[in-house]
């Protein structure tokens, strides 16, 4: 069974991470989004309500699962018998970066194996950092976030 893992904080989920997960769904049998928890990192959304999102967002899709988890990524896909890891690249400094994480990964698990997948252009400037501060600013987001959550994207 060919499971992948696409780790994050989704905080909150876009456009472009649904992108992401529907373009890789016929790759895959099984998709575990899951929802990364950083002791270090202060979120705007709780870990409840992005999860519920996900949820929601796809709802009608059976080879979707929603989780959550704690620690390395490489561990959690160990965990739960992935022996893949998405990640979305929306510019160089992207790549760069994960390529990095990709190495390290494969350092310490040969058997887990990176798979990056290209924004398309449409979705290259969005990120959950920069809709949360049009959302910290009062600003519109429907354009930004999946429109099944698009009205509970409020403060």
């Known amino acids: ?5 696409f780790p994050g904080s989704f905080d909150p989920i876009t456009v472009g991470h649904v992108d992401i997960v529907r373009r890789c769904i016929p ?3 099984k998709i575990i989004i899951a929802v990364g928890v950083n002791s ?3 979120y705007l959304f709780p870990l409840e309500k992005r999860m519920e999102w996900m949820h929601k967002v796809f709802e009608n899709e059976s080879k979707i699962e929603v989780s959550s988890y704690h620690g390395l990524t490489i561990n959690y896909c160990k965990e739960v018998s992935a022996n893949y890891i998405l990640r979305g690249i929306r510019s160089a400094a992207d790549f760069e970066y994960e ?9 310490m698990n040969i058997d887990i194996e990176t ?6 252009p449409e979705y290259s400037s969005i990120s959950s950092t920069i809709v949360r501060e049009i959302i910290l600013g009062k600003g519109d987001v429907s354009k930004f976030v999946p ?3 698009a009205s509970e994207m409020h403060l």
């Open 99 to 107: 390529k990095t994480i990709a190495h390290l990964n494969h350092t």
């Open 147 to 149: 429109q099944e959550i």
């Open 27 to 29: 790759l895959f049998d």
């Open 115 to 120: 798979i990056l997948i290209l924004s398309p």
């Open 1 to 5: 069974m060919k499971i992948a893992v």
């Open 40 to 42: 270090q990192k202060k």
